[in-house]
């Protein structure tokens, strides 16, 4: 062989090698099969989900009195469930704690120096702040600015209606309290995103104005609040007459339901949440029609595709609840504590639909904490990752080609699928499974952030039938892998979670060596002790995810086994980054000048390590939150120590398994939480908890 003939064969073995280096196998990665996948993805309709959202929440409107017997939202959700032939279909009620504030009409004129409309409930429900009082009243105009005690000094407000650039609430009270009748606000929560939002806001309809005069708060569009200010600055004197028609009502918490029934009632059960009412005067597209409408779907397709037999029965059941933002959701969950018995998840979806690009957002998964592990987090991570590298353009993957397997609706967003998987955050009805006293292990799914959020501009055209079908697909894939796996399927979901165990244990390793690496001579020891605390944390929670598959097929001793072996790998992988922390340590301590830190445990230390609270049966006897009464009431000093003292004080509550002891937890909360957990803080809460009867030792 020539020399010329020498180098092209070099050099392409070379460039046939950098390409197979290059490559990345991400898109084939999913836990069911390719020809399952395609059939959820060709069953889920973008299209069909967005539909429900305009359906449910094209735009804001006033509720009939006659529909506090039965909200539409609720009523379309049942009559599509019948539709599809779903069974247990249903609508469940519980009682309300108090009577629903319900806005009748309101309007706003200015009757002096001109005459024209301010204000109208009928143009824009959120132009009447919720809670406003019955009201005919004609009175001169204000400007208080941000409505703060300061803004208020040296304004006789007596008699007269305030504008405010400040949000309603905390302006309302000063003001009623300094004689005002009521208020305009023209507060926007995000006034470089969207100069025309208003804020779902109100004032408390039990306060009561000076003299037993009636209270009210009017929105205004910023654009229309700067004019009306304006005029004010100059000096203008400009009267308006306010006019509100309200009343309570009484109304009962409706949760439609519905299940796709497994072939054994006992091998437990996956729940799907999503809020179907945020409020009753206030209604979202995005929050939360999005994700009462995406379960809809997912109800649907799997309930299609199990009739049609091109997916085969489940062996649990997938449950799907609509609630009214946690008022429904806890009573849901009390009422049925031998389902929450009996339930491995809960996939809670809120605000799911957003046109990712348009709010610059990402389509999140939000884990759960260290305190439920649990292999859900994985299998759904699984179809976010498959999702997200099916539907982008990369050079490695797909070169120019496009998208490797395009999940699109016809008439939604073409753009790549924006992801990320977080720890966890709470703040919605995830939470309620997620209590001490429920124990069911909750993740949430969300579109954040959201530009739109909380205001008038949360309507249909935020959202995008692309995302809807994508999440769509997600869900029902997650679904139905736990709800189908046998010994098999929980070996393969075994695998995901060992995997992802070692680069999040890996994760917290480069933590650690990070933080270290910027300790110095006084905070050495504290430092080191912290940064260590990071990978055993996420050692011992990536064995508490492992244990929590043998659920899945519990008889089965060689599935037990194969964990087993998993569990001790893991093991082996967090202690060698352990040791990695140990060599920065011996390093950093001779840069330093000081002392090499000792593995003898100080005396605190040795207390808290011989500390396993346990919870006792009082915890989960009387359902969500009912332990909280056996807490009493903790002095306020107390309180105010623990909550300094304690990165999250829930967070310790549910750790009390019997399997760590307190210095345990004190390094699963550092890890978790930015504000470090004092040990002997931790050591009096437990102490408290077992003065009151909920752990043991």
């Known amino acids: 062989m020539n020399a010329k003939k020498l180098t092209l064969a070099i050099t392409a073995l070379v460039l046939g090698f950098c390409v197979q280096a290059q490559f990345n196998p991400n898109y ?23 539909n429900h959202i305009i359906e ?4 804001n409107r006033n509720r009939p009195t006659e529909e506090y017997e039965t909200f539409w939202e609720a009523e379309y959700v049942l009559s599509k469930l019948n539709e599809y032939g779903i069974p247990g279909s249903k609508i469940e009620r519980f009682p309300s704690s108090r009577p629903m504030w319900d806005g009748i009409s309101g309007e706003l004129w200015e009757v002096s120096p001109g005459k024209k409309k301010l204000a109208d409930y009928k143009d824009l429900r959120s132009m009447l702040a919720s809670g406003s009082q019955n009201t005919d009243v004609e009175a001169e105009l204000i400007w208080v600015e941000e409505g703060r005690e300061q803004d208020f000094e040296g304004l006789d407000v007596n008699g007269k209606i305030v504008l405010t650039s400040g949000s309603p609430g905390g302006v309302h009270s000063i003001a009623v309290k300094n004689g005002a009748l009521g208020l305009i606000s023209f507060y926007n929560p995000r006034p470089l995103v969207d100069p025309l939002q208003i804020p779902w806001s109100g004032i408390s309809s039990r306060r009561g104005g000076q003299g037993g005069k009636a209270t009210f708060g009017f929105f205004m569009p910023p654009r229309e609040g700067h004019i009306l200010r304006d005029r004010l600055a100059r000096g203008e004197k400009i009267s308006v007459h306010a006019k509100v028609e309200s009343q309570s009502v009484d109304y009962d918490l409706q949760v439609p339901t519905c299940i796709i029934p497994g072939t054994d009632p006992n091998a437990g059960e996956v ?15 995005n929050d939360n029609i999005s ?11 799997l309930n299609q595709m199990i009739t049609d037999g091109r997916l085969e029965k489940p062996k649990r059941t997938i449950r799907f609840i609509w609630v009214p933002e946690f008022s429904g959701t806890i009573p849901w969950v009390k009422e049925h504590k031998d389902i929450m018995a009996n339930t491995l998840c809960n996939m809670n979806l809120d605000m799911v639909g ?19 592990p649990h292999y859900i987090n994985d299998v759904m991570e699984n179809y976010f990752r498959y999702v997200g590298e099916t539907n982008r353009v990369s050079l490695v993957l797909s070169g120019r080609s496009g998208y490797l397997n395009r999940i699109v609706a016809p008439s939604g967003s073409d753009e790549p699928f924006y992801y990320a998987v977080e720890h966890h955050y709470g703040s919605s009805d995830h939470e309620v499974f997620n209590d001490w006293g429920v124990g069911v292990p909750g993740v949430m799914l969300i579109t954040w952030p959201d530009n739109y959020y909380h205001t008038s501009e949360d309507r249909p055209d935020k959202c995008d039938p692309t995302q809807m079908k994508r999440c769509c697909v997600i869900s029902a894939a997650s679904a139905y892998t736990i709800a189908n796996a046998a010994s098999e399927e929980a070996i393969g979901i075994a695998d995901e979670v060992f995997a992802n165990g070692t680069r999040r244990i890996g994760q917290q390793a480069a933590r ?19 940064c260590r605390g990071f990978i055993e944390a996420s050692g011992i929670n990536e064995v508490a ?6 659920e899945l097929d519990p008889k089965n001793s060689d599935l037990a086994t194969y964990i087993d072996g998993k569990i001790e790998l893991i093991k082996a992988i967090a202690g060698n980054q352990a040791k990695g922390v140990d060599q920065l340590m011996e390093n950093k301590a001779g840069k330093l000048g000081v002392s090499v830190v000792s593995s003898k445990p100080t005396k605190l230390e040795k207390k808290a390590m011989a500390l396993y609270p346990v919870e006792t049966k009082l915890v989960k006897q009387n359902g969500y939150s009912e332990y909280r ?27 009390c398994t019997g399997e760590y002891n307190a210095l345990d937890m004190k390094k699963i909360l550092d890890t978790q939480y930015k504000r470090a957990s004092d040990l002997e803080t931790i050591i009096e809460y437990i102490g408290y908890l077992k003065d009151s009867g909920l752990v043991s030792y």
């Not at 084939?28 to 967005?50: C, K």
């Not at 995810?545 to 043998?550: E, H, R």
């Open 512 to 530: 650690a060596y990070a933080q270290l690496a910027d300790a110095n001579a006084e905070n050495f020891v504290e430092e080191y002790k912290m």
């Open 354 to 372: 957003l046109w990712l690009s348009k709010s610059q957002s990402f389509f999140n998964l939000e884990r759960t904490s260290y305190s439920n």
């Open 545 to 550: 995810t492992l244990k929590t598959i043998k």
């Open 28 to 50: 084939q990665w999913t836990l069911l099969n390719e020809n399952l996948m395609d059939e959820i993805i060709g069953e889920a309709s973008g299209e069909t989900a967005f």
């Open 629 to 655: 009464s056996a807490l009493g009431e903790i002095p306020r000093e107390t309180s105010t120590k623990f909550n300094r003292g304690i990165g999250n004080t829930s967070e310790l509550q549910r750790l």
């Open 291 to 301: 994700g009462s409408s995406a379960i809809l779907e997912v109800a649907r397709m």
């Open 56 to 59: 449910m929440g094209g735009y």
């Open 271 to 285: 729940i799907f949440s999503a809020h179907l009412f945020e409020g009753y005067t206030k209604q979202g597209a």
